[in-house]
T-cell receptor
Framework: GEEVAQTPKHLVRGEGQKAKLYCAPI?????VFWYQQVLKNEFKFLIS????????ETGMPKERFSAKCLPNSPCSLEIQATKLEDSAVYFC???????????FGPGTRLLVL | QKEVEQNSGPLSVPEGAIASLNCTYS??????FFWYRQYSGKSPELIMS????GDKEDGRFTAQLNKASQYVSLLIRDSQPSDSATYLC???????????FGTGTRLTIIP
């Protein structure tokens, strides 16, 4: 597609429950990125992929967060045992090359109660 | 010191005037520079990319880059109420290709 697609738009989880978010990058884009926006304008980089391979995972809280990009499937970001502080908007973005601007999806708003 | 710094604003500009947004970055190895616009509750939208020193114009938008001063700016001419949004400066670092955002400047265009 011509836009990054993300599902679901909204997700509500009780503390300790699992959350799984999905992203379909723009066709032809090799790179996929996940960002977390907690406060209104603070973007935190989580992880990036080049095709199905992890490109950079330095932002991932590895004990509870995991992500995958498998061939012919949407990319996913999974949070095990969610905590209140995981409440945020999670944006997926894609780009054709790693040095160019990213195209962002509409985001998934996660609320942990 | 934050890697990418912006004045958080709010910046208020009368309709029809020029809005000037500024950004400084700390990593001299930064290679690619972007301005994103984010409306409240929406995702960031890429409006300008600039990779070399100088000015780049696209419609009412002009991006300026000065690598020696580690400074990027965005000028919006003939400001419209629809330009009211948060403008995010973002930088890609040479080597790790990580896109780092500033905290954004909230711009309000006053009719």
């Amino acid at each position: 597609g011509e836009e990054v697609a993300q599902t679901p738009k909204h997700l509500v989880r009780g503390e300790g429950q699992k959350a799984k978010l999905y992203c379909a990058p723009i066709k032809g884009h090799s790179y996929v990125f996940w960002y977390q926006q907690v406060l209104k304008n603070e973007f935190k980089f989580l992880i990036s992929f080049q095709n199905e391979n992890v490109f950079d995972e330095t932002g991932m809280p590895k004990e509870r967060f995991s992500a995958k990009c498998l061939p012919n499937s949407p990319c996913s970001l999974e949070i095990q045992a969610t905590k209140l502080e995981d409440s945020a908007v999670y944006f997926c973005a894609s780009s054709r090359t790693s040095d160019r601007g990213r195209d962002f999806g509409p985001g998934t708003r996660l609320l942990v109660l | 010191q934050k890697e990418v710094e912006q004045n958080s604003g709010p910046l208020s500009v009368p309709e029809g005037a020029i809005a000037s947004l500024n950004c400084t970055y700390s990593d001299r190895g930064s290679q690619s520079f972007f301005w994103y616009r984010q409306y409240s509750g929406k995702s960031p939208e890429l409006i300008m990319s600039i990779y070399s020193n100088g000015d780049k114009e696209d419609g009412r938008f002009t991006a300026q880059l000065n690598k020696a001063s580690q400074y990027v700016s965005l000028l919006i001419r003939d400001s419209q109420p629809s330009d009211s949004a948060t403008y995010l400066c973002a930088v890609i670092h040479l080597g790790n290709e990580k896109l780092t955002f500033g905290t954004g400047t909230r711009l309000t265009i006053i009719p």
